[in-house]
């Protein structure tokens, strides 16, 4: 089942925050933040593990609801280089592969 | 090199012909994964490997499409009878254990392009 993110694209000005969001219909035991700039692969950010942990990498950070099986990428002060196409990806279970969201693009403008 | 290797980076094959299209991993990553993606779209998932077998093909759309992986290293995903719809970039990750903890390295892909 493919996780829905929201919204699908953000427009920022450098130093303002944003928030994106990833929902799942089913229970999920980790979620992956990946980045991906236009013409290149995408890149890892981070992983949150299932207990609700948030991590953190810089000034991107995030949060997992497991109850609630949504997580949410925070983006504080936003510089020019954070602008590229946001994925989450999940999986189900322990072991299995990773299934992406259609991802959200943030465009950061000086 | 130290990442994931992807040949060609470009392909341009007409309709109907056989396609395959190579992944080098990182070198003792247990777990590879292939992706499609279209443009404006995220990364749909195809095939994932846990050393040399399919750990999970439930993402290949129909049996034009299969991928190997015989060594637990390089692997091999060949598309026949190629269609105008398998038009897309064809993204390559591998991972030191997969699973739920571990982190993706993506390749920088394959542009197939069906004319």
């Known amino acids: 089942q493919q996780p829905v993110q929201s919204p699908q694209a953000v427009i920022l000005r450098e130093g303002e925050d944003a928030v994106i969001n990833c929902s799942s219909s089913k229970a999920l035991y980790s979620v992956h933040w990946y980045r991906q700039k236009h013409g290149e692969a995408p890149v890892f950010l981070m992983i949150?593990?299932?207990?609700?942990e948030q991590k953190g990498h810089e000034k991107i950070s995030a949060s997992f609801n497991e109850k609630k099986q949504q997580s949410s990428l925070y983006l504080t002060a936003s510089q020019l280089s954070y602008s590229g196409t946001y994925f989450c990806g999940t999986i189900g279970g322990s072991q299995g592969n990773l299934i992406f969201g259609k991802g959200t693009k943030l465009s950061v403008k000086p | 090199g130290a990442g994931v290797s992807q040949t060609p980076s470009n392909k341009v094959t007409e309709k109907g012909k056989y396609v395959e299209l190579r992944c080098d991993p990182i070198?003792?990553?247990?777990?590879l994964y292939w992706y499609r993606q279209s443009l404006g779209q995220g990364p749909e998932f195809l095939i994932y490997f846990q050393g040399t077998g399919a750990a999970d093909d439930s993402g290949l759309p129909n049996d034009r499409f299969f991928a190997v992986r015989p060594e637990g290293s390089v692997s091999t995903l060949k598309i026949q009878r190629t269609e105008r719809g398998d038009s897309a970039v064809y993204l390559c990750?591998?991972?030191?254990?997969?699973?739920?903890?571990?982190?993706?390295?993506f390749g920088e892909g394959s542009r197939l392009t069906v004319l």
């Open positions: 070198s003792g990553h247990t777990a």
């Open positions: 949150l593990l299932k207990g609700g």
């Open positions: 990750a591998s991972s030191l254990f997969g699973g739920a903890t571990g982190e993706l390295f």
